[in-house]
């Protein structure tokens, strides 16, 4: 599964890239038309589902970003649309400065109504880490959740997914689908997500990793590597099939034994 969203390359350029599976990740924006047009873009290039961008109303304090003085690159999917070129008032962030005058702050639960009637693709929810979030999530309308601290980026103390994705899970009883994102470095995170309840984890910092590094190749190779370590722990955890990764292969921090010593 390939997620895209709007990078350096066009809808129509990843579309033709690879015959994956494509979701479209978007973000909410003041003109409407501008994110129903990406959505209809995406849905005519064959991509399967549009992933909502649930946790960025506004952009979070990124440190880093104001120090570095981060310049928000122009996107190909917003030419004739709209301009990335924005200055800050304080000299920080190029990216905050476009975010505050791009993104949508109201955005709400009955935005996925909106969604749902300019497009037939299914729409998962992203950035859920919460029960009452994914009650909300579910009466809203989501076809799935995908359980997110973007990164860790946008909310100090924002919890691990890992920590929260059982709760998640619990919350919506397998009416729709729930995947994890974030803070998967080795196949022993996916075995763990797989046994906490997720139907499929993503994963973002590793292929870049190997982008950077070796590119083409070096994607593939992580992609290797995360697959045989999956594998691995199946077979030394007795699990021959997905289906025999159960929750008792897994106990979380709270639920170690106590000494009585």
């Known amino acids: 599964m390939v997620l895209s969203y709007n990078s350096m390359r066009t809808i129509e350029e990843v579309a033709s890239s690879c015959s994956g599976i494509r979701f479209f990740q978007i973000y909410v924006y003041k003109r409407r038309d501008i994110t129903a047009q990406l959505v209809q873009r995406a849905e005519n290039n064959g991509f399967k589902a549009i992933v909502l961008t649930a946790d960025t109303p ?38 905050q400065a476009f975010v505050d005058g791009t993104f949508d702050a109201s955005l709400s639960w009955k935005d996925i109504q909106w969604l749902k009637s300019i497009t037939k ?10 029960h009452e979030d994914a009650i909300l999530a579910l009466d809203a309308g989501a076809d799935g959740i995908i359980v997110s601290n973007h990164g860790a980026r946008q909310l100090d103390y924002a919890p691990a997914t890992i920590s929260v994705l059982e709760e998640v899970v619990n919350a919506v009883r397998g009416k729709i689908p729930v995947l994890l994102d974030g803070g998967v470095r080795r196949g022993t995170d996916v075995f763990k997500a797989i046994a906490l309840g997720a139907q499929a984890v993503l994963i973002g910092r ?27 722990s199946m077979a030394l955890a007795g699990c021959p099939n997905l289906r025999d990764i159960t929750r008792r292969h ?5 639920e170690k034994r106590q000494s009585m010593l």
């Open 58 to 95: 506004r952009l979070g304090r990124r440190e880093a970003d104001i120090r570095n003085k981060m310049v928000q690159p122009e996107l190909k999917n917003f030419e004739g649309l709209i301009s990335t070129k924005a200055d800050s008032e304080t000299g920080g962030s190029n990216l």
């Open 121 to 130: 693709l299914p729409i998962l929810i992203k950035g859920v880490l919460t």
């Open 206 to 232: 590793p292929v870049i990793f190997g982008l950077a590094a070796k590119g083409e190749f070096g994607v593939k190779r992580v992609l290797r590597m995360l697959k045989d370590e999956f594998e691995l």
């Open 250 to 254: 897994v106990r979380m921090e709270q």
